[in-house]
């Protein structure tokens, strides 16, 4: 069918995203909660490779905030590749590669050279074949130390809402026009049917589904939705496929699941205490969570770490000492961390990302073990973000400064490029940030992220006088 690569609809460019848990400072983190040897040391010279990068900025902003890096990115759709290209010839870039070819296209290396190899959004939006093609690239492009990361919509929460959107594509293949335009068409008459008694979905469905219109982007919505081979995935299916190539589960690498005393009831965790298989095992917590998203790690069984290593790894403050809420809802049930260790971090980080053994040599009483625990409460609010130690980031400030001026329109990646990595910020806070307002300028520089004060150039021209 025109306008699809292999199933996958090539019409409109998928909106900009830095999807943060992609970046090397996150996995790395992730990597040390699980005792699991990260593959490069912090600011040493590494390659990561993406698959399905979509328009490229997030690659982009990723080779600004890690000069050290080496990034590709691979993409079947030519006006992504074409994007990410020209950002970043504009922003003068030159660590960042993109390559338009489908996943079939491309070929095994003779020797591998990447230490990531990532795809968000990709696996559960292809079909098999075309899913097989990324297990097979990342174990062919892999060093031995190094790791896939996989993000996809996972089962079994999109059950329901799997009738919405086969629905919604076997309507929207009989309507004209532009993808958007189908949608738009198929929902409307699923409306249309609701108003008049006969929808087949709940009114829980249609809350979340309302809710996501407002949120989304509208050229995001064919992306989901229209793809001939959507299909959520089970974790164990993905970690089978992945072992066949040689390949573990290190650990999920989303926040949300760095611990099960966070992440689930107490009759949840004894019934997971009782499944050996790891594999078995995640998948029940996946149905205990009833998960809708997974970000999976996997890397070859040897890569055993230091337990110490987490000590080591930099974080950096998402909120102020003064400012946070030192507690927040979990499935266990409400987390509370007004503790000293919990202020001496966020207190510590007042000044720019710290390790946490410098955290813990600055805070009087207490234990290295009560450092890690605040640190994964921290975490799970969101309140620190895995971070790099510094480094001279010469591109970084021209790419930020173009990121405010998309994010005054609501687009482009939301997420800043600075000395110590790359972190996801909201476009209200970036655009208040870049207005000179005081709270958002320490928010940032408190993530070791410098702007040039001045208004974006359209602001200014657009002041009388
Ligand atoms: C949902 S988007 C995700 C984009 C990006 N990873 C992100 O998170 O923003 C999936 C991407 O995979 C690409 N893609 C789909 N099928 C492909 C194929 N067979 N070969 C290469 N790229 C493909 C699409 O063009 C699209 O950019």
């Not at 290190?250 to 298989?277: H, K, T, V, Y």
């Not at 482009?412 to 970036?430: D, E, H, M, P, T």
Request: charged content about 20%; overall charge negative.
């Amino acid at each position: 069918m025109s306008g699809r690569n292999d199933g996958y609809l090539a019409e409109h460019v998928y909106p900009s995203n830095f999807p943060r848990e992609f970046s090397p400072a996150w996995v790395d983190a992730m990597l040390c909660c699980r005792n699991v040897a990260p593959p490069r040391a912090p600011r040493a010279p590494f390659a990561l490779l993406d698959l399905g990068c979509g328009d490229g900025m997030g690659l982009t902003l990723l080779a600004a905030a890690y000069p050290e890096g080496r990034f590709t990115g691979i993409d079947a759709m030519p006006a992504h590749v074409a994007n990410g290209q020209a950002a970043a010839a504009r922003l003068g870039i030159d660590n960042v590669d993109f390559r338009c070819a489908l996943f079939s296209e491309v070929e095994d290396p003779a020797v591998p050279s990447y230490d990531y190899v990532t795809a968000q959004g990709v696996i559960a939006w292809v079909s098999a074949a075309n899913r097989d093609h990324v297990y097979r690239i990342a174990a062919s492009h892999l060093r031995p130390d190094g790791v896939a990361v996989l993000g996809y919509n996972a089962m079994p929460w999109w059950k329901d809402v799997a009738v919405f959107q086969h629905t919604a594509l076997a309507l929207a293949e009989t309507e004209a026009g532009g993808s958007v335009a189908r949608f738009d068409a198929a929902v409307a008459r699923l409306q249309a049917m609701r108003a008049d008694g006969a929808s087949p979905f709940s009114e829980a469905f249609w809350t979340w589904f309302d809710t996501a219109r407002t949120n989304l982007p509208h050229d995001y919505f064919p992306h989901e939705y229209l793809n001939t081979h959507w299909a959520p995935l089970w974790s164990d299916q993905v970690a089978g496929a992945m072992a066949a190539r040689g390949f573990v589960l290190a650990g999920p690498g989303g926040a949300s699941r760095l611990r099960e005393d966070f992440a689930f009831r107490a009759a949840d965790r004894r019934a997971l205490a009782g499944i050996a298989q790891p594999t078995a095992r995640e998948l029940m917590g996946d149905v205990f969570s009833n998960a809708s998203f997974r970000i999976d790690i996997f890397a070859r069984p040897t890569r055993v770490g230091a337990a110490q290593a987490r000590l080591d790894g930099w974080w950096a403050a998402m909120v102020s000492e003064a400012g946070a809420d030192y507690g927040c809802a979990t499935p266990a049930g409400r987390l509370k961390f007004d503790n000293a260790a919990a202020h001496a971090i966020l207190g510590g980080l007042e000044a720019g990302p710290r390790t946490l053994r410098a955290l813990h040599a600055g805070c009087g009483g207490a234990t290295e073990a009560d450092i890690l625990n605040a640190a994964d409460a921290l975490l799970t609010a969101g309140h620190i973000a895995p971070a790099e130690p510094p480094a001279i980031t010469p591109c970084a400030e021209a790419l930020n400064a173009e990121t405010a001026r998309a994010a005054r329109h609501g687009e482009g990646v939301k997420a800043l490029a600075g000395r110590n990595g790359a972190f996801a910020i909201g476009a209200r806070s970036i655009t208040a940030a870049f207005g000179g307002e005081s709270a958002a300028l320490a928010a940032i520089r408190r993530l070791g992220v410098d702007i040039e004060q001045t208004e974006p150039a359209e602001l200014a021209a657009a002041r009388p006088g």
